[in-house]
């Protein structure tokens, strides 16, 4: 079963706008995960953030967690067109096997 | 370079013709799993692996089957396709329980 949920589904900026897109989920975690998804290619990982911290950064990006409402957002800053692509949450938790469980993704498109 | 490679990339072929997709990772991970993307489904996981010989069900097993026989290897195989396993399929591997997935390029499957 799918935990993560996200939203917007969709979002549609102009480069140089910042994009913030969120993820819920249902299950208590040990960690949090954001991936990006180029059309029809495989994930790559962006930024993992633990279920003990509250905010991270890395380049462009800043994710926050807060588990008291099992939510988390990821906010690109400055987005380029080279940043459309699918974004996705992933919740990870040592409990279930290691497994990773995905949310259905933001899609992302950057208009320069 | 560290790698997840799948084969093949692209494979059409038709309803109970058996099939192999193998996946292979040089990271020395303990964990595999695989998963299928549909539009709108997000990503689904088929079955993981926690080590050689150890392997479980995810979300949507029905139809797959898996071995782990060897540490690098974890193929996935169609005993009798049907139309709809049609997917985009990844396979990932990660060295810790929840940990970051790194994934392999995409078998595009389609079954007629």
């Known amino acids: 079963s799918q935990q993560g949920e996200e939203d917007p589904q969709a979002l549609s900026i102009q480069e140089g706008e910042n994009a913030t897109m969120n993820c819920s989920y249902k299950?208590?975690?040990?960690?949090l995960q954001w991936y990006r998804q180029n059309s029809g290619r495989g994930l790559v990982h962006l930024i993992l953030i633990r279920s003990n911290e509250r905010e991270k950064h890395s380049g462009r990006l800043r994710v926050t967690l807060d588990t008291s409402k099992k939510s988390s957002s990821l906010l690109i800053t400055a987005s380029r067109a080279a940043d459309t692509a699918s974004y996705f949450c992933a919740t990870g938790n040592y409990n279930q096997g290691g497994k990773l469980i995905f949310g259905q993704g933001t899609e992302l498109s950057v208009k320069p | 370079e560290a790698q997840v490679t799948q084969n093949p990339r692209y494979l059409i072929t038709v309803t109970g013709k058996k099939l192999t997709v193998t996946c292979s990772q040089n990271m020395n991970h303990e964990y595999m799993s695989w998963y299928r993307q549909d539009p709108g489904l997000g990503l689904r996981q088929i079955y993981y692996s926690m080590n050689v010989e150890v392997t479980d069900k995810g979300d949507v097993p029905e139809g797959y089957k898996v071995s782990r026989k060897e540490k690098r290897n974890f193929p996935l195989i169609l005993e009798s396709p049907s139309p709809n396993q049609t997917s985009l399929y990844f396979c990932a591997s990660n060295g810790g329980a929840a940990d970051t997935q790194y994934f392999g390029p995409g078998t595009r499957l389609t079954v007629l």
């Open positions: 299950t208590s975690i040990n960690n």
